[in-house]
C-alpha cells in the first residue's frame, strides 16, 4: 500500500499536470503533505536548514550556475567543465553541486554530472536574481532581528520601530537607511521593479472600471478621472489608458519627487494625458474632486496611524461622488496561505506596517470618515483586491 502511494507521488513529481490550475492545487496539496507526514526530526531538521536554500540560491547566482545549466536545458555538464565555467574550485564546486541537487535547484545525473531541473530556469531569470538579493542581503537580517526585538518591545503590534531597525542598530526608518546604504538601496530598487514583471495587469478586465466614468459635463470641466497618490513611476496609470483607451479624462500620478524622478516616459505621459504631480501623501491632497483616488500597495507599508493620515487627507479632497480605490492583499481571517502570512510578517519586519483583513479595512476606512462599499479580488492566490470606499 505504502509503495503504491509513493509510486503515485513520484509518477506525479515526474509527470505533473501542465493545467495551470491542476499544477497549483498539486503544489499546494504537496505541501499539505509534507507536513502531514513530517517527524519530529524532519522539523527540526527543515527549521535549522531554512537558510541554506537561500544562501545557496545567491551563491549558484553570483557563479552564474543556473544561467549556464538553464541555456542548453538538456545538456549533462560534468563537473570540470562547469569548474572551467564558473573559476569555482572544483571540490567547492561539487559541494555546492551536491547541496543545490538536494534542494532541487539542479540534478544531478551521475557523480560528476549535473543538468537543469525544473527549478534551475526559474533561477535564471532577472527578476529572481533581484528577488533573491535583496531577501539574502537586506531581509534575512532584519528577519533573524524579529524574536529578540519582539521580547525588547514586550511583543505589541510594532509603531514606532521595526525589527529592521533592531538588526542594522539604525533609528532612520528603512527609505532614510537606505539612501546611507547604496548596495542595499540598490537590491531593493531591482526587486521593486522586477517585482510584478510578467504579472497580468489587474486592468485586463478582472475589475469594473464604472468607478472611472466621467460625465461629458466633468470632462469638459477638467475634472480628474484617475488620481494613482503614491503611484511610482506612473505605471498604473499607464496600463490603465493601455486597456480602458475609451476612460475619458486626466489623470494624475503622485508621488515624492526622489521616487518622480525616476520616471522614464514622460513625453509618452503627456501624450496621453497623464501628469505626474510631486506629492508628500502625509500633507493635504492637492487634486480635489478626483473622480477616483488610487492607492496600490500604500497602505499595506504603513501601520494604522500614518493610515489615517494618509486617508484622511483624501477624504478632505473628495466629492460626494469620488471614490477611493485601495489596492492591497486582503488577508483572509482563516487559513492564510504561508506566501500571504509571510508578506505580513516582511511589513512588520521592515516597515512596522501591515497587511489587513477586510474588517481591519472597514475600521481603517470608517476612522478615515470613509465606509466600505465593495471589494473585488483579481487575484486569489495572494488575495491581490480592489477595497472601494465611499465618503462616510
Ligand atoms: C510599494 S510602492 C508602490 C508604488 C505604486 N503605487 C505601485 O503599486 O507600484 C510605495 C510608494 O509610496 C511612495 N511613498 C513613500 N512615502 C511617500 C510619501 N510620504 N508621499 C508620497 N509617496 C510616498 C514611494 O516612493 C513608493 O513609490
Not at 155 to 184: C, G, I, Q
Not at 357 to 376: C, I, N, P, Q, Y
Amino acid at each position: 500500500m505504502g509503495s503504491t502511494q509513493v509510486g503515485i507521488v513520484r509518477d506525479l513529481a515526474k509527470y505533473p499536470p501542465q493545467d495551470p490550475s491542476a499544477k497549483k492545487d498539486l503544489y499546494n496539496a504537496a505541501w499539505e503533505l509534507l507536513y502531514s507526514t513530517e517527524s519530529a526530526q524532519d522539523t527540526a531538521q527543515r527549521l535549522y536548514h531554512g537558510h541554506v536554500p537561500l544562501a545557496m540560491a545567491q551563491t549558484g547566482i553570483d557563479l552564474n550556475l543556473f544561467n549556464i545549466l538553464a541555456e542548453q536545458q538538456d545538456k549533462e555538464w560534468t563537473l570540470e567543465q562547469l569548474a572551467e565555467k564558473t573559476k569555482a574550485e572544483p571540490a567547492l564546486l561539487y559541494r555546492i553541486l551536491r547541496c543545490l541537487n538536494a534542494y532541487g535547484m539542479v540534478t544531478q545525473t551521475k557523480d560528476n554530472t549535473f543538468t537543469s531541473s525544473n527549478i534551475t530556469k526559474n533561477l535564471a531569470l532577472p527578476s529572481t536574481h533581484a528577488g533573491i538579493k535583496h531577501y539574502s542581503l537586506t531581509m534575512t537580517p532584519a528577519y533573524n532581528a524579529i524574536p529578540k526585538y519582539l521580547a525588547k518591545t514586550g511583543y505589541k503590534n510594532p509603531t514606532d520601530s521595526a525589527p529592521f531597525n533592531l538588526a542594522y542598530n539604525t533609528d532612520m526608518p528603512v527609505f532614510e537607511w537606505r539612501k546611507h546604504n547604496p548596495e542595499n538601496a540598490k537590491a531593493g530598487q531591482a526587486f521593486m521593479a522586477a517585482q510584478r514583471i510578467g504579472q497580468r495587469s489587474n486592468w485586463d478586465g478582472r475589475v469594473p472600471v464604472s468607478d472611472l466614468q466621467l460625465s461629458e459635463k466633468d470632462v469638459a470641466d477638467g475634472r480628474v478621472m484617475f488620481c494613482d497618490v503614491g503611484g511610482g513611476m506612473g505605471h498604473q496609470c499607464l496600463d490603465l489608458r493601455k486597456y480602458h483607451p475609451e476612460l475619458k479624462g486626466k489623470m494624475v500620478t503622485e508621488d515624492l519627487l526622489l521616487a518622480q524622478d525616476m520616471i522614464p516616459n514622460r513625453e509618452e505621459m503627456k501624450k496621453l494625458d497623464i501628469e505626474p504631480i510631486p506629492h508628500d501623501f502625509m500633507k493635504e491632497q492637492p487634486i480635489k474632486n478626483a473622480k477616483v483616488y488610487y492607492l496600490r500597495n500604500v497602505i499595506h507599508n504603513w501601520n494604522d496611524e500614518p493610515s489615517k493620515v494618509i486617508l484622511s487627507s483624501v477624504r478632505k479632497a473628495m466629492a460626494d461622488d469620488s471614490v477611493v480605490i485601495i489596492d492591497d492583499v486582503l488577508m483572509p481571517t482563516i487559513g492564510a496561505t504561508w506566501k500571504q502570512a509571510s508578506m505580513d510578517m516582511a511589513m512588520m519586519t521592515m516597515l512596522a506596517a501591515m497587511e489587513r483583513t477586510k474588517e481591519h479595512f472597514e475600521k481603517l476606512l470608517a476612522e478615515s470618515g470613509l465606509k466600505l462599499r465593495e471589494v473585488h479580488t483579481y487575484d486569489e492566490e495572494y488575495g491581490d483586491s480592489l477595497i472601494v470606499a465611499v465618503p462616510a
